[in-house]
């Protein structure tokens, strides 16, 4: 095979990984993100502490985290042919791929959530501050580099899921490498499958890794601005002087 046919091959096929990584990515945000809050919220000592709420929570969080890829996308053909019309392509795997990625991603949230400083929720509670605006002002802003770094991570592992995905013909790389890696033994094709992916891969975590640094650093300067800002100075809403995001 010529580099040009593997050219004509290798663009759709890159573009359906992107579109299939993209939509779960969004889908994942979307609802993992106030899955692993409320899993804060709710557990031991939350804002809104219901023991049964985050145990039912917790449990199907885990049975999803459980569940291999690939048995999940079989399992799941029912429920994707109901969604999308079909249990083949880019389209019918976005959706086992988002299934999967919520509850993992759901973790993760949980995990960064909960390294905030308890004594900045106390202050903003303190001063009136509700539900809504705790995790508004104090929960995300303050969890806001490591939710990148937990989303960074998602990402990654969305990519090797849609790679994977190309057994029962999910679509993009992963398809091409099968059809033409596995079954037509092309091993130079395969390895330049490989090869994009690495690529792939490398150039989001670079740039996820940039966005966490520079975070990091205007939390860190924004912390030093409350801690400099004159006594004198009135918050316009509860909770508002202390998070200066």
Same mark, same amino acid.
């Given at each position: 095979?010529?580099?040009?046919?593997?050219?004509e091959?290798?663009?759709?096929?890159?573009l359906?990984t &992107?579109?299939?990584?993209?939509?779960a990515t969004?889908?994942t945000v979307?609802?993992?993100?106030?899955?692993g809050?409320?899993?804060v919220?709710t557990?031991?000592?939350g804002?809104l502490?219901?023991?049964?709420? =985050?145990?039912?929570?917790?449990?199907v969080? =885990?049975?999803?985290?459980?569940?291999? &890829?690939?048995i999940?996308?079989v399992?799941?053909?029912? &429920?994707?042919?109901a969604i999308?019309?079909?249990?083949?392509?880019w389209?019918?795997?976005t @959706?086992?791929l988002?299934?999967g990625?919520?509850?993992f991603?759901?973790?993760?949230?949980?995990?960064s959530v909960?390294e905030?400083d /308890?004594?900045l929720v106390e202050? @903003?509670?303190?001063?009136g501050?509700?539900?809504?605006?705790?995790?508004?002002?104090?929960?995300l802003p %303050?969890?806001?580099p490591a939710?990148?770094?937990?989303?960074?991570t998602?990402?990654?592992a969305?990519?090797?899921?849609?790679?994977m995905?190309?057994? @029962?013909?999910g679509?993009g790389?992963g398809t091409?490498?099968? =059809?033409?890696?596995?079954?037509r033994f %092309?091993t130079?094709?395969?390895?330049?499958?490989?090869?994009?992916?690495?690529?792939i891969v490398?150039a989001?975590?670079l740039?996820?890794?940039?966005?966490?640094?520079?975070l990091?650093h205007? /939390?860190?300067?924004a912390?030093?601005?409350?801690?400099?800002?004159?006594r004198?100075?009135a918050?316009?809403?509860?909770?508002?002087d202390?998070v200066?995001?």
């Amino acid at each position: 095979m010529t580099w040009d046919q593997m050219l004509e091959l290798i663009r759709p096929a890159t573009l359906e990984t &992107f579109q299939m990584v993209g939509l779960a990515t969004l889908a994942t945000v979307l609802l993992g993100l106030p899955l692993g809050i409320l899993l804060v919220l709710t557990g031991k000592g939350g804002l809104l502490q219901s023991l049964t709420v =985050n145990k039912v929570t917790g449990a199907v969080v =885990n049975i999803g985290r459980s569940l291999p &890829f690939v048995i999940l996308m079989v399992a799941l053909i029912p &429920f994707t042919r109901a969604i999308v019309g079909t249990s083949i392509g880019w389209q019918a795997a976005t @959706v086992p791929l988002a299934v999967g990625a919520i509850p993992f991603f759901a973790r993760l949230v949980e995990t960064s959530v909960r390294e905030v400083d /308890g004594g900045l929720v106390e202050a @903003v509670q303190a001063m009136g501050g509700s539900t809504w605006t705790i995790v508004r002002k104090a929960l995300l802003p %303050e969890a806001l580099p490591a939710l990148v770094a937990s989303l960074t991570t998602t990402v990654i592992a969305l990519i090797g899921y849609s790679a994977m995905a190309g057994t @029962v013909g999910g679509g993009g790389l992963g398809t091409l490498a099968i =059809n033409y890696g596995y079954l037509r033994f %092309e091993t130079a094709f395969m390895w330049v499958i490989v090869a994009e992916l690495v690529v792939i891969v490398t150039a989001i975590q670079l740039i996820g890794d940039l966005a966490v640094r520079r975070l990091s650093h205007r /939390g860190r300067t924004a912390g030093r601005t409350r801690l400099l800002r004159p006594r004198g100075g009135a918050p316009t809403a509860p909770g508002d002087d202390l998070v200066a995001h």
